[in-house]
């Protein structure tokens, strides 16, 4: 272990021995395109290896101190010369490693938006509300006064003191989010009251900050505090904000999803993000307000997108972590001096920063917690958790010696408090943590989340469908609603007007899918209009993909309105298809489809095979299905009241329907029975083997009885004996008289869709509705 640490730090010796000869190499007055990679090398290799090293030690800010290391502080002071070649001080070399740096500052706030949690800030409210209001004010008022306080000598511009105190107060109040979430994260307190309070108020203080920043900064370009230009930039800001959580928000949704089911080059999805934080960062610019401003609301929006998948997701973290983030920091500090605190006076200056910070916003944050009903305990933790600077203090402090209001000193001064107090944090926080216990409400929520993240349907993104105008069809688009507005989804139903022109094999036109209603996109399905009665006809086969939308609208509204949630209406997206073929159902299933629900007026052959419609569309998708086969009073009227019977095994597949059923239960309110069936044989030994097998019969039950608990539903379980597992279904049907069986099957190899010899059993002889999930 040893050995390699070892040649790690020779490497990096290495890299400082020649990149200085390298950039001499390039020298001139003029940029060298040698410095600059020589700088990135250096920024990149230390800051990882340093980084990696604080990691060790569960402490944040390794970046930072790898480029303190690098500057006048460490570097500068054994090596001037070479410290000076490799990072010289002309402006034409500097504005070249200075570009990536600012444009590392909104790719850090596009992350830190992309981590910040509105439905989080929603549920905490209160606590969290007055805890981050009064750890803001505290602290702010007393960096002003401290502003005040300081001497000529210390100040970029005399003049300007109050430009320079607002920021004093700003830096001071601003709690940053990432360090806060690492050591919740790290503690196992994510989904613990006090940890979802104490991030709930870091997000609300970083969103707070940098409207706070952009007003400042809109000052600072007025050269005064004016009552006019104040006004300017309040309500500048406010119209932005509220423009960009509603029309914002869904031109953000639209563009990824557009790029996501359109372009087919590699990253495109990444590209349309950066250029989503660039407008936005445009906008703020335009209306007078810092970039940063706009970089965090275009990461708040791009994190709520319903379909960024996990990959690209970390496609864009990867990028800003692996490649911005150690750049920046590391410019950052290059740029502070430490050895300034030679100086009694700065160091006396610093000290009393760090005091004023610490005591501010710990007093500020507590007073807040008991405000919000908090324990003392909890109310120590959060006070603990809410005294981190880290990241957020150094952007805030390089915007502030960027527009000229800190000075070299001050931007120093602020660094260092940053690293002091985000180095306290984490051991004080795990201290305060490892002192509040567990309630018990918060104990069976918990473990509710726990069987969430195990579960099939919590884990859905994105759901599409393919239904007809029938009563199956009818139940198909209320199932697919309920799905998709208990975990608000956005879903694609492909309406179908004749399902017999169903196609087996590839379509001589596969792109004849278009989207409804707009016009240039019917167009594009390659219909010619040459009469009245085609138009016609193209018009009503609208009006009744228009009315499958609205079916899936429609349910996942009412869930909504159940449960109280007030999110976004589930987004739905139509399209119409002639000939539907496997083809085209395997091309738009590239767009990143988690399942495939299927409602035909044909389900099912007089044989109990399925019919080729359901076979042909199933071939085409890869993943898992659900097939609806409604008959009796459900085929009548599919939005009747439903009591739901769930066959299980212990398979994954029987615990995804059971998942399934659970969800409907909910938001039907309909009765669920949970069959096991014991399949025995009639010898000796059989009977035998199911006595050994009784205890594992009742943990499958149990299994799915704490799915229903989580919700806090109750559901009636039942063990049957029987040869046969679909007499023992049919059984069960009419001795409690369900109306649905839910069941979970697994696809067989062959041309034809076969799901076991239960699936067939139940498809010729169940005279009730049948749900077949499929994986």
């Keep these: 272990m040893r050995t390699h640490r070892d040649r790690l730090w020779l490497c990096v010796l290495a890299t400082l021995a020649v990149s200085p000869a390298w950039a001499v190499e390039g020298g001139g007055k003029g940029a060298s395109d040698a410095i600059f990679i020589a700088e990135l090398v250096v920024l990149m290799l230390v800051g990882r290896l340093l980084g990696e ?30 410290q000076h070649a490799l990072f010289p001080k002309n402006p034409e070399q500097k504005a070249m490693i200075d570009g990536i740096s600012q444009f590392g500052i ?7 938006g992309m981590e910040t949690d509105l439905k989080l800030v929603r549920q905490k409210g209160r606590a969290s509300l007055y805890a981050s209001l009064m750890g803001i004010v505290i602290p702010f008022i007393c960096g002003v006064a401290l502003g005040e306080a300081l001497p000529d000598s210390m100040l970029p511009d005399p003049e300007k003191r109050l430009i320079t105190s607002l920021f004093l107060g700003t830096a001071l109040s601003i709690a940053s989010v990432k360090i806060v979430a690492m050591v919740v994260r790290e503690m196992n307190f994510m989904r613990r009251v006090v940890g979802q309070v104490i991030l709930a108020s870091a997000i609300i203080d970083d969103s707070v900050g940098w409207i706070i920043v952009s007003i400042i900064f809109s000052l600072a370009l007025q050269g005064s505090v004016e009552l006019l230009s104040l006004a300017q930039s309040v309500v500048g800001t406010i119209a932005f904000m509220l423009a960009s959580l509603t029309i914002g928000r869904r031109a953000v949704f639209f563009t990824i999803r557009w790029v996501n089911d359109h372009l087919v080059s590699e990253f495109a999805v990444v590209t349309a993000i950066l250029c989503i934080m660039d407008i936005m960062a445009l906008i703020t610019h335009l209306i007078g307000v810092h970039t940063v401003l706009g970089a965090f609301v275009a990461g708040i929006l791009v994190g709520e997108s319903p379909i960024l998948t996990r990959h690209i997701d970390e496609q864009l973290r990867g990028l800003i972590t692996a490649f ?108 305060a943590l490892n002192r509040i216990p567990m309630r018990k409400e918060e104990k069976q929520r918990i473990e509710r989340e726990e069987l969430e993240q195990r579960g099939f349907v919590p884990n859905l993104e994105r759901l599409l469908i393919a239904v007809d105008d029938s009563p199956n069809g009818k139940f198909a688009s209320r199932v697919a609603g309920v799905l998709a507005g208990t975990h608000g989804m956005p879903a694609t139903v492909l309406h179908i007007p004749d399902p017999s022109k169903i196609e087996s094999t590839m379509p001589e036109d596969p792109d004849k899918a278009v989207a409804v209603p707009t016009p240039e996109e019917k167009k594009s399905n390659g219909k010619q209009a040459n009469d009245k009665k085609n138009d016609k006809k193209t018009e009503k086969e609208d009006k009744k993909a228009a009315v499958a939308r609205e079916a899936v609208q429609q349910a996942a509204a009412q869930i909504k309105k159940d449960e109280e949630k007030v999110d976004a209406p589930v987004e739905v997206t139509t399209i119409v298809h002639e000939q539907p073929s496997p083809a085209v159902i395997a091309e738009e299933a590239e767009k990143g489809y988690d399942i495939f629900i299927i409602g035909l007026e044909k389900a099912s052959k007089p044989n109990a095979e399925f019919d080729k419609g359901v076979t042909n569309l199933a071939k085409g998708f890869d993943g898992p299905l659900i097939i609806s086969a409604v008959r009796d009073d459900l085929e009548e009227k599919p939005d009747d009241k439903l009591s739901i019977l769930v066959p299980v095994n212990g398979t994954e597949p029987s615990r995804r329907a059971a998942e399934v059923a659970i969800t409907l239960a909910r938001a039907t309110k309909a009765p669920v029975t949970v069959l096991y069936v014991a399949v025995r044989t009639a010898t000796r ?35 049957l004996a029987e040869r046969a597992a679909d007499e023992a279904i049919l059984s069960e049907l009419e001795r409690r008289n369900h109306n649905l069986v839910v069941t979970g099957v697994g696809r067989r190899p062959g041309d034809k869709l076969f799901f076991g010899d239960t699936a067939s059993a139940l498809l010729e002889k169940s005279g009730r509705s049948l749900l077949f999930v499929a994986s």
């Design 53 to 82: 090293a604080m990691s060790r030690l569960r402490q944040p800010l390794g970046q930072l101190i790898a480029g303190l290391m690098l500057g006048p502080s460490l570097f500068g002071l054994l090596l001037p010369d070479v």
């Design 106 to 112: 909104l790719l850090l706030l596009l992350l830190a």
């Design 324 to 431: 911005f983030a150690p750049v920046f920091f590391g410019i950052a500090g290059l740029t502070a001096d430490l050895t300034i605190m030679a100086d009694p006076k700065i160091a006396l200056f610093t000290v009393g920063l760090v005091l004023v910070a610490s005591i501010g916003k710990f007093g500020g944050a507590f007073l807040g917690a008991e405000l919000g009903g908090l324990t003392r305990r909890e109310g120590l933790a959060l006070a603990c958790g809410m005294n981190a600077r880290g990241s957020t203090e150094v952007i805030i402090a390089t915007v502030g010696l960027s527009m000229g209001a800190l000075n070299q000193d001050l931007f120093t001064m602020i660094v260092a408090m940053a690293v002091i107090t985000t180095t306290a944090m984490p051991p004080t926080l795990r201290w």
């Design 685 to 719: 030994r059989g009977m035998r083997r199911g006595i050994r097998t009784r205890r594992h019969e009742e943990a499958i039950l149990k299994d799915i009885v704490a799915i229903a608990d989580g919700y806090n539903m109750s559901i009636r379980t039942a063990v």
